[in-house]
C-alpha cells in the first residue's frame, strides 16, 4: 500500500520503519532539510533501540524514502499520515500549527481521494478542524469531487521500546464513522493484528479524547506514588515496601508505580497541560489533572532539595557526579527531562556537574552548549572522580550494579543521592555508602 508521512519525529519514523519492514511503500516527508539529508545518507537522528537497522534495510530495499518535496509526497499515498510535532503553546494548550500547514498542503496538492490519519496527540476536535481546512481549500480549488476522509489513530508507543511498540502494539485505536476509511486503515495494520484482534473502532472524538485520557492515568500514578514517597519518608515507612504491597493487587498492578524525581519526557507534560486547557475551554476545573501537574513539579525538585539540606546550603563550588540526563532509559531524549531541572538548579547554586548518559551526551551537549560548571564525562566512573557526592537521575540499566567500592573510593565524600531507587539501602550501609533515595530513609 502506497502511503505518506507527515513529520520524522519519533512517532513518524518509527512508524514509517515498520510499516515498510512489512511490504508497505513508505515516503516520509518533513520541513528540516539537515533531518531529510541525513537520513538519505542512513544517519538516524534519535536513538532508538532496532531504529538504525531497520531504516537502513528498508532504505535500501526501496521501501522507505525521504524527502521534502510535500506535494509529490501528497500524491503518492493513498493514506497521508500526519505525525507532526504538536507543542505546548504559551498558555499551555496544544499549538497546532504544524497540524494544520499539513492539513493546508494536502487540500492544496491532493489529486485523487485520500485518507488523511492523525497520528499526532491532537485536543478532541482538532480532526474536524483538519477536515474543515482540507474541504475550504478543495473548494477554493474547485476540486471538491475529491473524496477524503480524516481518521484518528494517536500514537502509544513509548520511546526506548517504540519499535517494539508499533511492531506488537497494545491496541490501534481507530476513530472514524466510515466504513470505507476502517477497511482501508484494516488493510494497513493488518500485518499487526493477526494473532488477536487489537484494533479499537470508535468515533473520531472519542479515539483523540483516549490519548490524553491515557497519557493522563498514566501521569495520575507516577504523581500519585510520588506523594506517597514523600508521605512514606514523614512517616518513618519505606515506599519500595508500600510499592510491592499495593502492587501485588492486580487491580493496581506492579507498572507505572515507580516513585522517583516526576515525569519529563515530551507527551505527560505537555498532555497533562494540554488536557486542563481543554477543560477550561468547555468551562470545566480539572481539579485532578491540575494536582498531578503541581506534583509532578515539585517532584522534580526533591534530588536537589535533599543534597542542599545535606550540604546546609553550601553548594558554591561543589563538584556533583550526575549519573543519567536522558528523561528516561532507552532514549537520548532530555525534553522535559528532571536531569535538567536538577542541573539547573545545582549551577544557580554555584555547584559545578560531572555528567555521564549512555546515550543522552550529545543531547546534552545541543542543549547547554559548552560552560565551565558541565563536563560530559565518557564513562561512569570518570563521572564519580573528585566529586562531593553521586546524583542518580535515570534508571538505566548500566547503573544498576555498579562497583560499589569503585564508587566510595572515587568519591570525595561517599555519599549518594539516588532519584530512582536503584540500589537497596542496606548494601550501600554496607560498603560504607551514605545513601539517600527517594521515599526510604537511609539505613542505619
Ligand atoms: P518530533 O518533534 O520528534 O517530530 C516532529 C517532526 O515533524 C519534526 O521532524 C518536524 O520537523 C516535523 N514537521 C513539522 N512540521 C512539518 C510539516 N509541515 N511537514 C512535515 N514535517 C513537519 O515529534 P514526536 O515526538 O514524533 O511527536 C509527534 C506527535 O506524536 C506529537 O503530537 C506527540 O505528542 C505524539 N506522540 C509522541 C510520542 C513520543 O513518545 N514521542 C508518543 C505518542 C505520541
Redesign the pocket.
Known amino acids: 500500500m502506497n502511503l505518506t508521512v ?8 518509527v512508524q514509517a520503519a515498520v510499516l515498510a519492514e512489512v511490504g508497505h511503500d513508505v515516503v516520509c ?4 532539510a539537515d ?1 531529510v539529508k541525513r537520513l538519505n545518507q542512513g544517519i538516524i ?2 536513538y532508538e533501540p532496532g531504529l538504525e537497522g531497520l531504516v537502513r534495510e528498508n532504505h535500501a530495499a526501496g521501501r522507505i524514502r525521504f524527502t521534502m518535496d ?1 506535494a509529490a509526497a501528497v500524491k503518492h499515498g493513498r493514506i497521508l499520515m ?6 505546548p503553546g504559551d498558555d499551555g494548550s ?1 499549538d497546532l500549527q ?2 494544520l ?2 492539513a493546508e ?1 494536502i487540500g492544496r496538492e491532493m489529486d485523487g481521494p485520500k485518507i488523511v490519519v492523525s ?4 485536543p478532541v476536535g482538532t480532526c474536524d478542524r483538519i477536515a474543515s481546512r482540507i474541504a475550504e481549500i478543495l473548494k477554493e480549488r474547485a476540486r471538491e469531487d475529491l473524496a477524503f476522509d480524516v481518521v484518528s489513530n ?6 526506548g521500546s ?1 519499535v517494539a511498540d508499533c511492531m506488537k502494539p497494545d491496541r490501534i485505536i481507530v476513530g472514524t464513522s466510515s466504513q470505507e476509511a476502517e477497511k482501508v486503515i484494516r488493510e494497513l495494520y493488518a500485518p499487526f493484528n493477526r494473532n488477536h484482534e487489537r484494533m479499537i473502532v470508535m468515533d473520531v472524538r472519542s479515539a483523540e479524547f483516549t ?1 490524553y485520557a491515557a497519557n493522563c492515568m498514566l501521569a495520575t500514578k507516577i504523581s500519585f506514588m510520588n506523594e506517597m514517597s514523600s508521605l512514606a519518608e514523614r512517616l518513618d515507612a519505606d515506599v519500595e515496601e508500600v510499592r510491592r504491597g499495593i502492587g501485588s493487587d492486580p487491580r493496581i498492578g506492579y507498572d507505572f508505580i515507580y516513585p522517583g524525581l516526576g515525569y519529563g ?3 505527560f507534560p ?2 497533562v497541560r494540554a488536557l486542563i486547557k481543554t477543560a477550561e475551554g468547555v468551562s470545566f476545573d480539572a481539579r485532578m489533572l491540575k494536582a498531578v501537574e503541581e506534583r509532578n513539579n515539585e517532584q522534580k525538585s526533591v534530588l536537589f532539595d535533599k543534597v542542599n539540606r545535606y550540604f546546609k546550603g553550601d553548594l558554591e563550588g561543589k563538584t556533583f557526579a550526575l549519573w543519567g540526563l536522558a528523561f528516561k532509559p532507552n532514549t537520548d ?1 532530555m525534553r522535559e527531562a528532571p536531569s535538567r531541572v536538577l542541573m539547573e538548579a545545582l549551577w544557580q547554586a554555584g555547584a559545578a556537574v560531572q555528567a555521564f548518559d549512555p546515550e543522552a551526551m550529545q543531547e546534552c551537549q545541543n542543549i547547554y552548549g559548552q560552560r565551565d560548571d558541565l563536563l560530559l564525562c565518557g564513562t561512569k566512573e570518570a563521572a564519580l572522580r573528585g566529586a562531593d557526592a553521586l546524583l542518580i537521575a535515570t534508571e538505566w540499566k548500566v547503573f544498576r550494579a555498579p562497583s560499589f567500592d569503585m564508587m566510595r573510593e572515587a568519591l570525595k565524600t561517599p555519599v549518594v543521592f539516588d532519584g530512582r531507587n536503584l540500589y537497596d539501602p542496606k548494601i550501600m550501609a554496607r560498603y560504607g555508602l551514605e545513601y539517600h533515595s527517594i521515599g526510604r530513609k537511609a539505613a542505619a
Do not use: Q, R
Not at 6 to 13: E, Q
Not at 29 to 32: A, C, G, L, Y
Not at 82 to 87: E, F, Q, R
Not at 154 to 159: D, Q, R, S, W
Open positions: 507527515f513529520g520524522i519525529g519519533y512517532v513518524g519514523l516527508v518533513d520541513i528540516d533531518k537522528p534519535i510535500a500526519s505525525a507532526v510535532g504538536t507543542p496544544a504544524y497540524v500547514a499539513v498542503i497520528k499526532s496527540t491532537v494517536p500514537e502509544f508507543l513509548k520511546e517504540a490519548k519526557g515530551s507527551c505537555k498532555d531524549d
